[in-house]
Every structure is written in structure tokens, then in C-alpha cells.
């Protein structure tokens, strides 16, 4: 899921310690190459496989209890991580309250909305919803004060997305048949992302902290915040489904956790830019493991928008063109 489904976007990578050779063998090149596609790879399925991991889950536990067990195994990775790499939780309380913000924005809410939504509609809506974060970023930096400025390639991207969009939930139907309640949850989950990058990008950008420390912290609070919320609204489970646990376990180790640890990977080695097209992928395995697995209908629509809506992504996150080349680290 974006960016999504794991914590929060890692920042640009810093430049490599000076030293270290600019330029490598040929095999050792395509070596790297090829454990770079395969780590993308991995991760596309891992947070496609995430929306069929909730379905599941939901099935035998509360929605909350599903996100607290997610958040639960994905702190544990990232703890066990922090500790190999000798790396420290970030310190202040004023960092420590930005962390708690940026937790709710990115983990407690978004991944809460999407377990509870998938309680009424199918996975693989939710895959297609978790797919249009990108479009309302690009609906964002057109109301707020923003220093990405929207060009008229990515206004026309978000036009064609939310075209997608209507095409998914049928419009001309009238939404017959569709869980309005869920799908507006789906959507307000997708969202919570692009509010919560720019909070995070405000608060705490610059601080000195490594992105392992933060999301650490990051998914520590949220953790925390499920912890106090989780006995509020449910009671414990009378018995213990073994399949929809392991369910949370692999949604919390590995598309949580594991899949943070990949995704830093990939930035670092490949930039940004090219890691964040794994967004493009996860709509396209949510489907195809919602329909294959468990079972649910395909109407016609809801693979025609999905294309529609992940092309009017990829524009709203296009750049024109520049004369001149940025050099090659």
C-alpha cells in the first residue's frame, strides 16, 4: 500500500561517504541491478498481498485488534533492525509529539479505515482506493500552500484519476450494489497519506534523526495508540482463529515491517522516484489475489478504472522535462 501501507516515506537518501567509487564493474552493476528488481518485486507483492492479508484478518477479529496486531509485529521488526544497526529513538518531547501526529496520520488511522472498510467491501476495492493517495496529494497542493507547484499535466492527471475513480464505484449505476460507508472509508484512509507526508515533511524533515529512528518511533506511537483505543471499542476474542492470526502476524512482519526495511533499501539504491513506482504495481496484485484467492467478483469496471486511475496518478507525479541533466551520483 502506498506508500503505502507501511510507514512513512523515506526521505531522499543522504549522499554516499566520500571514498567509495563512483564507478563499478560491469557485473557488479547488473548483479545490483538484478537484486534491486527483485527486492521491487517483493515488495509489490508484499503490499499487494496486504489488503487480502486484512480481509482475512478481519474475518476472525475486530478491526482495531487487526491494526493493533499490525502495528505490533511491523514496531517488532523495526526494533529488532534498530538494534543491529545500533540505532538510538529520537530524543525531545516536541519531536516525540510531531512522531504522534505523524503516527496517526500515516498508521493509526489509515490502516484502522481499511480494516474497518474491508469489512464491506472487497479487497481488491481497497487496493484500487489505496491507489488514488497520489491524486489527492495533487488535490492538496492546489489548496494549500505547498512548494511543489501543480503544472497542467498533473491538473489533467488528476481529472483523468478522479474519472478512474467514478468509473470503479459504477457512477452510471448509481452505485447500485457498492458499500458507500466502506468505499468512503477506503478512500479516506488513501487520504490520511498524502495529509500526513506533508505534516511529517514539516515537522520533522531536517531533524538529524535516520528514517529507521523515526518510523521506529513512528510505529512505536501508533502502537501505543491502538493499545489505548483497541479495549475501548472491543472485547477480547472468545477464541483464537489460528488462520486469520497468522494473517495480522504476516501483515505486521512483513507488510509492515519487512516492507519499510525494503523500501528504504530501494530508495537508497535507486532513488525515489523510481521506488515509488511499486505504487502502480500494488492495485494490479490486490486484484488479481482477491479474485484468485478469495473468491470476489470483477465486473468490467473496476479493471477499466483502475487503469484509468493509476494513468492519472502517474501524470499528477510527472515533472516536465529540464535542458539540462542532473549529473550521475
Not at 74 to 87: D, H, K, S
Not at 287 to 292: N, Y
Request: aromatic letters at 8%; glycine letters at 10%.
Amino acid at each position: 500500500m502506498s506508500t503505502v501501507a507501511s510507514s512513512s516515506p523515506p526521505a531522499t537518501p543522504a549522499p554516499a561517504p566520500s571514498g567509495i567509487p563512483t564507478q563499478t564493474p560491469a557485473s557488479a552493476r547488473a548483479r545490483r541491478a538484478l537484486d534491486w528488481r527483485v527486492r521491487f518485486g517483493a515488495l509489490s507483492l508484499i503490499w499487494g498481498f496486504s489488503f487480502l492479508l486484512i480481509k482475512v484478518g478481519t474475518d476472525g477479529y475486530a478491526p482495531f485488534q487487526v491494526t493493533l496486531g499490525r502495528l505490533a509485529f511491523g514496531t517488532a521488526v523495526l526494533a529488532v533492525a534498530m538494534a543491529v544497526r545500533r540505532e538510538r529513538p529520537p530524543r525531545g518531547l516536541r519531536t516525540w509529539g510531531h512522531i504522534a501526529v505523524a503516527a496517526m496520520l500515516l498508521n493509526s488511522l489509515p490502516f484502522s479505515l481499511f480494516a474497518f472498510s474491508e469489512q464491506t467491501i472487497p479487497s481488491t476495492l481497497a487496493g484500487i482506493c489505496n491507489a488514488t493517495s497520489p491524486l489527492w496529494g495533487m488535490a492538496l497542493s492546489l489548496v494549500a500552500l505547498s512548494e511543489d507547484r501543480p503544472t497542467r499535466r498533473r491538473v489533467a492527471g488528476l481529472g483523468i484519476g478522479f474519472l478512474g475513480v467514478l468509473t470503479v464505484l459504477g457512477v452510471w449505476q448509481g452505485f447500485h450494489g457498492l458499500d458507500l460507508a466502506g468505499t468512503a472509508m477506503a478512500l479516506l484512509a488513501s487520504l490520511s497519506y498524502p495529509v500526513g507526508w506533508i505534516y511529517l515533511r514539516r515537522t520533522l524533515a531536517g531533524t538529524g534523526h535516520s528514517n529507521l529512528s523515526l518510523s521506529g518511533a513512528q510505529l512505536l506511537m501508533a502502537t501505543v495508540q491502538l493499545a489505548v483505543v483497541t479495549p475501548v471499542f472491543t472485547t477480547l476474542p472468545a477464541h483464537l482463529p489460528v488462520v486469520p492470526l497468522l494473517a495480522i502476524v504476516a501483515l505486521g512482519a512483513l507488510g509492515t515491517g519487512l516492507a519499510f526495511l525494503i523500501q528504504y533499501g530501494l530508495v537508497a539504491e535507486v532513488g525515489p522516484t523510481t521506488a515509488q513506482m511499486v505504487t502502480y504495481f500494488i492495485p494490479v496484485i490486490a486484484t488479481a489475489a482477491g479474485v484468485a484467492l478469495l473468491g470476489e467478483s470483477l465486473t468490467w469496471s473496476t479493471p477499466i478504472g483502475a487503469v484509468i486511475v493509476l494513468a492519472g496518478a502517474a501524470l499528477t507525479q510527472s515533472r516536465a522535462r529540464t535542458s539540462r541533466r542532473s549529473p550521475q551520483p
